[in-house]
């Protein structure tokens, strides 16, 4: 097949390396084979969010992560009876010296139909896209296009797939032009307009909502798209009984220089060449029980980070969901719009 090396990777990576590589072949899976070429095991995205989730690290080995024992073919026959008999994305076929003969992924992309969530969506869409200048000096943010449409029609369309049709809005800069572009819109999108009298901050918004929501919400900044599984965020969510779950991407950056870590008296404790640096960024989406609107101030500015952790002060469950950076596009910076565009509508 023609994505084959893209799709197996060996058993000594790192968790970083395979995230990476995952991200790269777009099927959410690896294939992992020994240094003797012998079919090892494979691994998911979401084995390597639950993996981390139970506090493992981005610089353990893959092997740690991964399903030792996966469902194999022998044949291209069999593989083929089990691709379409089962949701599989891939079927790795296995020879008679248990190494990886080829992969079957069915020849067209599986479409998985999408759970309805059917909760409300709250975007914050008032703040004046500073780094969206000079284009926002003309249009809000969210109006700026990408492609055929602006970011923040992306966003709630992502949200349309998955049912969830009930939209909040927040605004402040521009808001008439916000409201004559939904007035003429052709989709009609069931939304309900809150409008700040000044600046409240990211999170600040989020009072004039008080009394109006009765269960779980997602909240996003309206420049922010994620292409993750929603259905298994709110699934963490409510499992763990979080009143905050933040939606956080892992970055992974290539250092170009050597490092060095010194220590007392100038003494080398550590050096690294050139080495892959793992974090956790917000991407400014959150899943949020509508109790921490009670417990904000009116009219108060103030960014949601800061909501989070008076939540978290108060004893509240706050906690972390884990996403690949391939399923996070931040369309509030100019370098980042082409790109977003390329994603969406391709070349």
């Not at 010296?97 to 020849?107: L, P, Q």
Request: charged content about 25%; some cysteine; glycine content about 8%.
């Amino acid at each position: 097949m023609d994505n084959f090396d893209t799709l197996v990777g060996s058993s000594l990576l790192l968790i970083s390396e395979a995230m990476q590589r995952i991200d790269r072949n777009g099927k959410g899976i690896l294939f992992l084979a020994n240094e003797q070429g012998v079919f090892a095991g494979c691994v998911t995205d979401g084995d390597i969010r639950r993996y981390l989730l139970a506090g493992g690290k981005m610089s353990d080995n893959i092997m740690q992560a991964a399903n030792r024992k996966p469902k194999t073919a022998h044949t291209l026959t069999e593989a083929k009876s089990m691709y379409h008999g089962q949701n599989y994305v891939a079927i790795p076929i296995i020879d008679r010296e248990e190494r990886i003969a080829d992969i079957y992924t069915g020849g067209e992309q599986k479409s998985k139909e999408k759970a309805a969530l059917q909760i409300p969506v709250v975007i914050n869409a008032g703040g004046r896209g500073t780094r969206l200048d000079p284009f926002t000096r003309v249009l809000p943010k969210p109006l700026i296009p990408v492609g055929d449409l602006p970011i923040i029609e992306h966003i709630m369309k992502e949200y349309q797939s998955y049912d969830c049709k009930e939209f909040h809005i927040i605004v402040n800069y521009k808001r008439d032009l916000m409201k004559a572009y939904f007035a003429d819109n052709d989709n009609h999108y069931n939304i309900t307009w809150y409008d700040e009298m000044k600046p409240l901050g990211t999170g600040g918004g989020l009072s004039l909502l008080r009394g109006k929501l009765r269960d779980t919400f997602f909240f996003a900044n309206c420049d922010a798209l994620l292409t993750a599984n929603y259905e298994s965020m709110l699934k963490f969510h409510k499992e763990n009984g979080n009143t905050i779950t933040m939606i956080c991407a892992y970055k992974n950056i290539n250092i170009p220089y050597g490092v060095v870590e010194m220590g007392i008296n100038g003494t080398i404790q550590d050096m690294r060449e050139k080495p892959l640096m793992s974090f956790l960024t917000n991407t400014g989406i959150y899943l949020v029980e509508p109790e921490v609107i009670e417990d904000m101030e009116d009219n108060v500015s103030i960014g949601f980070p800061d909501i989070v952790e008076k939540e978290r002060q108060r004893g509240k469950r706050v906690a972390v969901f884990p996403v690949s950076e391939n399923d996070w596009m931040d369309m509030g910076q100019l370098p980042e719009l082409e790109k977003m565009r390329i994603r969406l509508y391709g070349e």
